[in-house]
């Protein structure tokens, strides 16, 4: 499908033990050819969204949820990989209208609460602060606490999504990735696909970040999932 269709491709992924997984890509044009992406996850528990969002494109992204079968009700959780605006900014609103949960690390709170992109880094200058959180910051009505905070381990699989949560910090203090048993991991924006697969290009803490990037590596990974560009097998990473 050609990249002019901004919601350019659904993937099915189907198992032997369990009720076929449906992830539906939704990818928007944040900046010239910068993409962004949220995925809309449909599972036996009923479907799960992992990041939102700019607000600028919630009425495109909403309608596209809705033409993928998500109406009021239908959502359960609204899953952030981290607190930056391009990833949270709607899920105030989504969780008001379809009535999910937000779920996400606790060390990113305070980005949400006070729409401060900073507050989960440590490495910025006082005029880099002031410019992005003008620029990108998160505007009052947006801001919320969320319903659940999830730590390295926790498991959505009680509630239908065979997935666990791996707190993998370095892009901020509070990332998280998610690994489904199928083996598809969201890793929001600790890697990205702009131009070959690879470590997202904004990171804060450099160390930890190429930790997590080694942790990820020893685990059973077919298909990332990132914030930004297309998905691409894990192998496509390792070589």
Known sequence: MSMKNIFYYDILMKTKERVPMEIKIISYRMILNHFVNCYLINTEGGYFLIDTGMSNRRLQIQKDMEDAGCHQGD?????????DVDHSGNAAYFRKQFGAKIAMHMADIGMVEKGDMFASRKHASSIIKTLSNRFFGMNKPDRFTPDLTIEDGYDFTPYGFNAKVLHLPGHTRGSIEILTAEGNLFCGDMLG???KPARFSLIDEPAEAQNSIERIKALDIKMVYPGHGKPFPMSALLT
């Open 75 to 83: 959502l359960k959780f609204i899953i952030l990989t981290h607190g």
């Open 193 to 195: 696909n702009i131009t």
